[in-house]
């Protein structure tokens, strides 16, 4: 079937350090994807989003990468903070009956920021 | 604006009792959705509802029921709790059901079924 997954369940960094967490998609028909930061004990939150008709968008401190040739999406770092620590997630959104765009969600990725 | 908000934030539940897991966002988002977190897993979508009186079937619907009388609530009910229910969920809105709309999340409700 067809699925959303992560490379790396656990990344850890130092302080300062660009990080790079990656995405592997295989619907082909997903044109597009969300990154969420969930932090300990909270619910997710939006980072930045990317279009499939983009190969690339930039966000204050965060880039996402698309690559629809491999069917791969990076969400990168810049400078990580401690307070970057937390799971990240990938998702693709999907159209249903009626119009209506639900998201499927990768496993996750833990990255943990050293001082 | 409280945003999403969710109670209770923890639950025991013996195998068999009932329970509702209340949902409440003050946004006026038509589009709301519950899903399930498992350890080592995504987020899995159970119900989803794009309006008032709408609802409809996510990845894992078993064991569950949801309503959607107002615009505000959007309560899931466990009718007979199994160990396999066991996870946090999440209830989550957005202003529409379109994609490009931002998806918010409530804090979460960690159950335990025993």
């Known amino acids: 079937g067809e699925s959303v997954g992560l490379h790396l369940p656990t990344l ?13 998609y295989s619907n082909s028909a997903s044109d597009y994807f969300i990154w969420y930061k969930q932090e300990s004990g909270k619910g997710p939150q939006f980072i930045i989003d990317i279009r499939s008709n983009m190969d690339k968008r930039q966000g204050q401190r965060v880039t996402v990468l ?20 937390a799971v990240y997630f990938c998702a693709e959104t999907r159209s249903v009956t009626g119009g209506s765009y639900i998201p499927t969600f990768g496993r996750g990725t833990s990255l943990i920021v050293h001082p | 604006n409280a945003g999403v908000t ?6 025991v539940l ?3 009792q009932s329970m509702t897991l209340q949902c409440a966002q003050d946004m006026n988002h038509e589009y709301m959705s519950w899903y399930r977190q498992d350890p080592g897993m995504g987020l899995r979508l159970i119900h989803y509802s794009v309006g008032a009186g709408i609802t409809d079937q996510g990845e894992v619907p078993n064991g569950y029921n949801v309503s959607r ?12 709790a ?8 999440f209830c989550a809105s957005r202003r529409t059901s379109g994609r490009k709309d931002e998806q918010f999340f409530g804090p979460g409700t960690r159950l335990t079924v025993l």
Not at chain 1, 70 to 85: C, E, F, M, N, R
Not at chain 2, 69 to 80: A, I
Not at chain 2, 82 to 89: E, K
């Open chain 1, 12 to 24: 850890s960094v130092q302080e300062g350090d660009n990080s790079i967490i990656n995405c592997a």
């Open chain 1, 66 to 85: 698309l690559n629809k040739t491999v069917k791969h999406l990076s969400l990168q770092i810049a400078a990580t903070q401690p307070g970057d620590s």
């Open chain 2, 6 to 11: 969710q109670t209770p934030k923890f639950q």
């Open chain 2, 14 to 16: 013996k195998t068999g």
């Open chain 2, 69 to 80: 009388s107002t615009t505000e609530d959007f309560p899931l009910r466990l009718l007979s």
């Open chain 2, 82 to 89: 199994a160990p396999s229910q066991t996870s946090v969920y």
